[in-house]
Every structure is written in structure tokens, then in C-alpha cells.
């Protein structure tokens, strides 16, 4: 058993568990009683990487970036997750957990959105499949990020705004979770990071492993090497990073690196880099890592990137950092913003702003020559266009 997977009481070291209201216990439960067989079960792991291979295109690309690479002076691979259905790598969790939701009977599926990667993430399957789907997302949400309510809507879900509080993510998770208290027998809640109470982080995380999985066997047809000397990815909540690092963990000599938004700078004030702000606490129903007051209240994170504004970090990702596993820096927007530039010049690859964090971090490394580094291309621009086009004034 590895020292970085989770026990079997849902813990990694410190981190984890399931910190939920009584009402959710059955429905909780449900899930940690059974996720394991399922996902072990031979027909669905059939089902599942077919849908992978057909559906999303799996397996994404190793690409060898050979200008990014003359540039740094080191052997720089993109898993491609940009190219797949959807444009990321979300997709690859929400097929997961809509399959097994089918096992355990489900008809309905709620989702909470921020915005809105993962509520499109969440209708698509909905629509492959035929379940219902309904959506949470913050009524401000809802206005910032109009072409992806769209999206849903025309997949056929319902997106209910959340008019509590902020109208932002928070506020949304908390209406899906009393959606889920009152339908606990027909309804799965697709949880779209390696967040929320056990099993929540460890089965994302085992739907993402996907990426490292592949990323082992590509290397060894292009290098003669399963292992990279650096992984790198970014983390918001933490699913691709999560993805990308699994199948590494226990090889102790390959790095792993962890990017964090850094906003307008980490002390700024406006920054969502959690490692660095944040103590332990509990949030979303795990204890991790939380950017809080000294009396515990949440402080609500900033990132040019919305998939990389969350104020917590998952508990696997708390524990590799707190164990001194995994290394984790940050970005800052102007860093990212500029990484995205270059990316798209260098190998005509326009990244999504999460993904630019990752790739900033290379500017600050040193090489000494030949290292072979992984980094995790988590989606693709094309969303993120609007962003790009205020910031270089184009
Ligand atoms: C949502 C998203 C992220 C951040 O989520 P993680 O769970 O930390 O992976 C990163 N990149 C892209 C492209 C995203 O859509």
C-alpha cells in the first residue's frame, strides 16, 4: 500500500476523511461501500476505457515540444488532456462517475458548477447517457459565463441559479448539497475535483490516472524510460494534477511539481495560492488545506484562471505537500498569461489559462541538460480567448 493513497478509514496522513452532515451519511456511505467493486468490476473497466478511446479520443498524446524544449534546455513532454472531447480533462472523471452512477441505480445527476468547465463536463454525459441533469451554479456565475450555460441548456440539463450569499461557487455547492439530502435514493452528485468527503478525492483521483498511466507507457515507446525526472501540472481544486502524478508517487526519484495560482501576486490579497496562505481546516466535507481567517472563515481566492480559484487544496495534494513528496509553487497571472503566449508561439499550442500556470513555472527552473519533464496540458484556450485577447490587447 502506498504511503501517498488513502487508508482505508478515507485519510491521507492528516487529510481527508468525510466531514458531513448526518443527513448525507446514507448517501455517502453508499458510495464508500461500493465504489471500490465497482470500479474493479471487468465490465465496467470494458465500458469505461471504450468510452475513453471512442468518445474522448484516448489516449491523448505525448507530444515532445522540441522549440519549448530548445528554449529551456530539456526534454519538455505535453500530455495533450487539450484534446479530448471537451476540450480537458474533466471529462475523463464525469464519464467515470456517471457509469458508476448507472451501477448503483441512480436516474438523476446534480453537479455544482463555478465556471461552468465542470457543469458542461457534467451535461455531456448526462446527454450520452440520458439521465436527467441539473446544475448549481451562482447566479453571478450564470452571468459571467454565458456560452457554457449555453451549453448545458442545449445538452438538456437544468441549471437552477443559487441566489444565497455571494450567487458564486460556494453557494452553489451548498444548494446541490441539500438537493442531495432530499433525494438520496435516485440521485448521484458528480463532484468535479479530487474534493469533497471520502471517497470523493480517491475516486477522482483513480478516474485521472488515466493520464499517468498513459503517460508511462508513451514514454517508454519514445524514450526507453517509464519515468520522467519531473512531473509538473497545476492545481486548483487538484483532479489533473492528481491524474498526472499518480502512477509516479512511489518512484521516489521522479519529481513532482504543483503550480498554484498566485493571482496579482501571493501576498497581494487577490490569490489562490493555498499552499503558501492556507492552514488546515475542514472544507467541502475533507480536512485539507483552506486560505481562512484566524477564526476560520473562508477567504474568498482570486485567479485570472476560474478553474484555478478554489480556496482549498485536496487532501492527497495536502498530504504530498505537508509529507515534502511534492514540491508546490505558484504563478502569478502576468506569468501565466505571458506562458500561454509563448506556448502558442513556440508550438502553435494557445493553452487554457489553468494550464499556463504550469508551463510559467519553467521559466524559474534550472536544468542542467537532458532532464526528460512531463507537464500536464490540462485543456485548451478556446474558452479562455476573451481573457487572452484583453490582456495583449489584440
Ligand atoms: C477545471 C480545470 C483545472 C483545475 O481543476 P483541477 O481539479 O485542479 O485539475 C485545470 N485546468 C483546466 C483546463 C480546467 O478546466
Redesign the pocket.
Known amino acids: 500500500m502506498s504511503k501517498y493513497q488513502v487508508d482505508s478509514r478515507g485519510y491521507y496522513g492528516p487529510f481527508g476523511g468525510a466531514y458531513i452532515p448526518e443527513m448525507l451519511y446514507p448517501n455517502v456511505e453508499e458510495l464508500q461501500k461500493n465504489y471500490l467493486q465497482i470500479m474493479e468490476d471487468p465490465s465496467f473497466k470494458e465500458e469505461f476505457e471504450q468510452l475513453l478511446k471512442d468518445y474522448v479520443g484516448r489516449p491523448s498524446p505525448l507530444y515532445h515540444a522540441k522549440r519549448l524544449s530548445e528554449r529551456y534546455g530539456a526534454n519538455i513532454y505535453l500530455k495533450r488532456?487539450?484534446l479530448n472531447h471537451t476540450?480537458?480533462?474533466?471529462i475523463n472523471n464525469t464519464i467515470g462517475q456517471i457509469l458508476l452512477a448507472k451501477r448503483l441505480g441512480k436516474k438523476r445527476i446534480i453537479a455544482e458548477t463555478g465556471?461552468g468547465?465542470?457543469g458542461v463536463a457534467t451535461a455531456t454525459v448526462c446527454a450520452l447517457m440520458g439521465l436527467e441533469c441539473v446544475v448549481y451554479m451562482g447566479e453571478i456565475d450564470i452571468k459571467r459565463q454565458a456560452p457554457n450555460v449555453a451549453r448545458m441548456k442545449m445538452m438538456g440539463a437544468t441549471v437552477v441559479p443559487a441566489t444565497s450569499g455571494s450567487k458564486t461557487l460556494k453557494d452553489a455547492t451548498n444548494e446541490a448539497l441539500r438537493d442531495w439530502i432530499n433525494n438520496p435514493v435516485d440521485t448521484h452528485y458528480i463532484i468535479?475535483?479530487?474534493v469533497g468527503p471520502h471517497p470523493y478525492p480517491d475516486m477522482v483521483a483513480r478516474f485521472q490516472s488515466i493520464i499517468s498511466a498513459e503517460t508511462r507507457k508513451q514514454l517508454l515507446e519514445k524514450t526507453g524510460k517509464e519515468t520522467p525526472d519531473i512531473v509538473m501540472?497545476?492545481?486548483?481544486?487538484?483532479?489533473?494534477?492528481?491524474g498526472m502524478f499518480y502512477h509516479f508517487l512511489d518512484d521516489e526519484q521522479v519529481k513532482i511539481i504543483a503550480v498554484e495560482a498566485a493571482g496579482l501576486g501571493v501576498h497581494s490579497g487577490k490569490s489562490a495560492a493555498t499552499t503558501v496562505l492556507g492552514k488546515e481546516g475542514v472544507l467541502h466535507g475533507s480536512r485539507q488545506i483552506v486560505m481562512q481567517t484566524d477564526d476560520g472563515q473562508v477567504i474568498e481566492p482570486y485567479s485570472i484562471?476560474?478553474?484555478?480559484d478554489?480556496p482549498g487544496i485536496?487532501p492527497q495534494h495536502a498530504w504530498l505537500f505537508k509529507s515534502g513528496r511534492g514540491e508546490y509553487v505558484s504563478a502569478t497571472d502576468d506569468e501565466a498569461m505571458q506562458a500561454g503566449l509563448r506556448l502558442t508561439q513556440l508550438e502553435g499550442i494557445i493553452p487554457?489559462i489553468?494550464?499556463s500556470h504550469a508551463l510559467a513555472h519553467l521559466e524559474k527552473m534550472e536544468f542542467t541538460g537532458g532532464e526528460t519533464v512531463v507537464i500536464c496540458l490540462?485543456?485548451?484556450g478556446d474558452k479562455d480567448l476573451d481573457n487572452y485577447m484583453k490582456y495583449f490587447g489584440l
Do not use: F, W
Not at 484562471?305 to 484555478?308: E, N, R, T, Y
Open positions: 488532456e487539450d476540450g480537458a480533462h474533466k465556471a468547465q465542470h468535479g475535483s479530487v501540472a497545476c492545481v486548483g481544486g487538484g483532479s489533473n494534477a492528481a484562471s476560474a478553474g484555478l478554489y485536496g487554457a489553468e494550464s490540462s485543456g485548451r
